[in-house]
């Protein structure tokens, strides 16, 4: 098994790169075909820039990433100190009931990212926000991607 960690200041100016780069070697190491990859590299990255977005409202704050290889599947962990929020429960409905030429921009990220992980968990633990996504190795390529159920 393969683990490792990134602590990264929410305010990096290259935190988006940093966090794509860090995705990138799970991804390596684990084996995950392209597919995979983009969609785990994008829903780290959706997570990590709504906690510094939204989260931490632009302040300072620091985000805790914590990836694992193991035989079957790749974790990332993402840790912060923001105000509690569970992405599980946001409800897109509001914005996709509006006709597509009316919609504000933003607000479908969370909606993607969480699609097309193979499994996603929140949890409020010691006064920390915790997201896990897991994406489970699959071998070869499938062509709508892994979050379909």
Not at 74 to 89: K, L, M, Q, S, T
Request: glycine share 14%; hydrophobic share 35%.
């Amino acid at each position: 098994m393969l683990a490792c960690r990134l602590r990264i200041d929410g305010q990096h100016a290259s935190m988006a790169g940093v966090v794509a780069d860090f995705v990138e070697v799970l991804a390596g190491e684990a084996g995950l075909d392209p597919r995979q990859t983009y969609w785990l590299r994008l829903a780290t990255d959706e997570i990590t820039t709504n906690i510094v977005q939204h989260g931490y409202r632009g302040a300072a704050g620091v985000v805790d990433i914590a990836g694992e290889v193991d035989q079957d599947e790749v974790r990332v962990r993402i840790e912060d100190d923001a105000p509690p929020f569970d992405p599980g429960g946001y409800d897109p409905e509001p914005r996709l009931s509006v006709p597509p030429h009316q919609r504000d921009e933003g607000g479908y990220g969370l909606l993607l990212a969480m699609g097309k992980v193979d499994e996603f968990h929140y949890e409020f633990a010691g006064g920390r926000n915790r997201n896990t996504l897991i994406m489970r190795l699959r071998g070869g390529t499938d062509a709508d991607g892994p979050g379909r159920r």
